[in-house]
Nanobody, 115 residues
Framework: QVQLVESGGGLVQPGGSLRLSCAAS????????MGWYRQVPGKQRELVAV???????GYANSVKGRFTISRDTAKNLVYLQMNSLQPEDTAVYLC?????????WGKGTLVTVSS
């Protein structure tokens, strides 16, 4: 059974950094496309960063140059390093694993950027 568990969220001041982790179980990380999304109440879920099976990455324009997605296949972990955080980055961040017709989600971790 595939399970994704996010951690690392919290309260941070503008300009600060956080590293989110997504612990994956019941799956082989390297054969899935992994993504970080974020959700703000009343708004559509937004793709923040994607990590392809071949290691390629992609980012939303709003986070390009500030966020970095990476993985540790030995530990079955996916990370999202977030730097220069701004109040508009406040959201619940969710981890996603997708492959063929399979699509899995974690429950999310809350990131609040506020002074």
């Amino acid at each position: 059974q595939v399970q994704l568990v996010e951690s690392g969220g919290g309260l941070v001041q503008p300009g600060g950094s956080l590293r989110l982790s997504c612990a994956a179980s019941g799956m082989i990380l390297s054969i899935y496309k992994m993504g970080w999304y974020r959700q703000v109440p009343g708004k559509q879920r937004e793709l923040v960063a994607v990590l392809l099976r071949d290691g390629g990455t992609g980012y939303a324009n709003s986070v390009k140059g500030r966020f970095t997605i990476s993985r540790d296949t030995a530990k079955n972990l996916v990370y999202l390093q977030m730097n220069s955080l701004q109040p508009e980055d406040t959201a619940v961040y969710l981890c996603n694993a997708a492959r063929d017709f399979a699509d899995y989600w974690g429950k999310g971790t809350l990131v609040t950027v506020s002074s």
